[in-house]
């Protein structure tokens, strides 16, 4: 089938250009949570790339925001980085109870990629519609 086929190489591409675009954090999480998701039965075929975990966050990065500044929990965290130029022991250590306020730029790595191939998207699918539907008059 030539739709599903130009879908599939639609959303692979996108998919490719959307982890080139993700931010790299120190884990690597986001990008292992990106992957693609490729739906095709009787009624519709749909692709689509999608953020598996840590909605909240990809959604934060993706869009950016600010507002109102909310507290922080009293909590432990563990101290195991360099610390002026020496390597510390790892250290737990008590967080105060605090106020923050989210200042962060949108960094797009979603939105961008979709609206840069969209052209390619409308060409491939109306060529693969227009296929699909001179086969069927054929017949």
Excluded at 26 to 41: C, K, M, V, Y
Excluded at 54 to 74: Q, S
Excluded at 117 to 122: D, G
């Amino acid at each position: 089938m030539k739709l599903l086929s130009a879908i599939e190489d639609l959303t692979q591409k996108l998919l490719a250009r959307v982890l080139a675009a993700a931010p790299k954090g120190q884990t690597g999480r986001l990008e292992r949570s990106i992957h693609a998701q490729i739906f095709n039965d009787k009624t519709k075929v749909t692709g689509r790339v999608v953020v598996g975990t840590d909605l909240a966050k990809a959604g934060a990065l993706e869009y950016g925001g600010t507002g109102e500044p909310f507290k922080v929990k009293a909590h432990s965290a563990r101290l195991d980085h360099v610390f002026r130029n020496k390597l510390a022991s790892p250290l737990d250590v008590m967080v105060a109870a605090h106020s923050r306020q989210l200042n962060m730029v949108a960094r797009r790595f979603l939105r961008d990629p979709a609206a840069a191939i969209e052209p390619e998207v409308v060409s491939e699918l109306r060529e693969a519609v227009n296929q699909t539907v001179g086969e069927s008059n054929s017949e």
